[in-house]
């Protein structure tokens, strides 16, 4: 249920922003809610705080009867979400790796037991070794690392794969710096470092505290399918007992939720549609929150359809496909593939006058963001022409 004072916020942002409205629903207020709405509920949801370390297994664990899945799941970028810099591909790739702002030099030099930023405006240095690399690098890698006082510290300098170098972290970049210390890193508080690493690693919030010390690196299965101790302890008990398993209650199965939930659940680190909403991030910025932007597709309709989440079209578990061609089935899991074919119930989409090929590659464009140094394929799908604007 959602609270009433979350039913009078809905109504009155909707009411504000009349394009907004949609027939009513209770699928609309019930599932379209902002990350911090639906932690605030009842019952897992991913990135939620954890009462007791005891409560995970671990992905071994998981692997004892789901090992296909662990496996290929521990290889794709999810997987590897995080990591400690000295096990950085990156950084053991490119021993040195650089850029210059204004007076400003920047460096990362790996070696086979350091990873040492330094910045140095040709008077001064400072140095730091990097504790912690956010990304696998398909697009880019950022990093933490800790100075005497014990807090964290963002590094100013991120790699990026289209440069194959450093440049400024995004949103970090500075137009002048008051000093070499704000050239070099920004202080991370605790609440904001509790965020990062619950959608960059597994169990890193247990009872209200961050636990550096046993988190898991990376998104392994209880990120998103919930602590999984008493779901191991209740499916070995049913085979010794000799009963058939069954996982209802004792995990969490996102393939249950319904269309704008399954969405949400995956916008807990990506974004729902609220999260861009109340946070004000505008232009081409907000293309990287991909539930966002199908929610705002025409075809997303008043409550999704199944065939439209994010996982209709990307296996959690698996690689991500860059090929366009692999997604043209789910695009005619919905459309006609001929004029002439009837539009029906389950088919309720047009046949496309061009091709039933390479959908994405017209109707979901790359959008060049300039932080990011990397093209997004935007997820808000629909009919483009040469010079339109980006679309809000």
Not at 148 to 153: C, I, L, Q, V
Not at 176 to 205: G, N, W
Not at 208 to 213: A, I, L, N, Q, T
């Amino acid at each position: 249920m959602v609270s009433f004072g979350k039913r009078l916020f809905l109504l009155v942002f909707a009411f504000s922003f009349p394009f907004l409205l949609w027939p009513t629903s209770s699928s609309f207020l019930r599932a379209q809610l902002s990350t911090a709405d639906h932690l605030s509920e009842p019952g897992f949801w991913p990135t939620q705080n954890a009462t007791s370390l005891s409560e995970f297994a671990g992905a071994s664990a998981c692997a004892s009867c789901h090992s296909t899945i662990v496996f290929t799941q521990t290889t794709t970028p999810m997987g590897a979400a995080a990591m400690h810099a000295a096990d950085s591909d990156i950084l053991h790739s490119r021993q040195t790796l650089n850029f210059a702002f204004d007076k400003y030099h920047y460096e990362i030099k790996t070696s086979a037991t350091r990873n040492v930023y330094t910045v140095t405006d040709g008077t001064r240095t400072l140095t730091a070794d990097l504790l912690w690399a956010f990304g696998t690098g398909r697009v880019g890698q950022s990093y933490l690392f800790k100075k005497d006082d014990g807090n964290f510290y963002e590094a100013r300098a991120t790699y990026f794969d289209t440069l194959k170098n450093l440049h400024f972290t995004p949103d970090r970049a500075l137009t002048s710096a008051k000093d070499l210390e704000q050239a070099m890193y920004r202080p991370v508080d605790i609440s904001e470092i509790r965020r990062c690493f619950a959608c960059h690693t597994t169990a890193s919030s247990i009872a209200d505290h961050f636990d550096e010390k046993n988190l898991i690196a990376g998104i392994t299965c209880e990120a998103c399918h919930g602590p999984g101790a008493n779901h191991v302890a209740a499916m070995q008990a049913a085979k010794v007992a000799g009963m058939q398993p069954s996982a209802a209650g004792t995990i969490f199965n996102a393939a249950q939720l319904s269309p704008a939930d399954s969405v949400d659940s995956c916008g807990s680190c990506h974004a729902t549609w609220w999260d861009v909403k109340l946070s004000g991030v505008k232009g081409v910025s907000n293309v990287k929150s991909q539930p966002y932007r199908l929610e705002g597709s025409k075809c997303w309709g008043q409550g999704g359809d199944a065939r439209l989440t994010c996982v209709a079209c990307h296996d959690p578990h698996k690689q991500l496909q860059t090929d366009p061609t692999a997604y043209d089935a789910n695009c005619l899991s919905c459309h006609a593939t001929t004029p002439r074919e009837n539009r029906i119930a389950d088919h309720p989409g047009p046949a496309c006058p061009v091709s039933i090929k390479n959908c994405a590659t017209c109707h979901m464009p790359k959008v060049y963001v300039p932080e990011m140094h990397y093209n997004f394929t935007d997820h808000r799908i629909r009919i483009t022409r040469p010079n339109d604007p980006y679309p809000e």
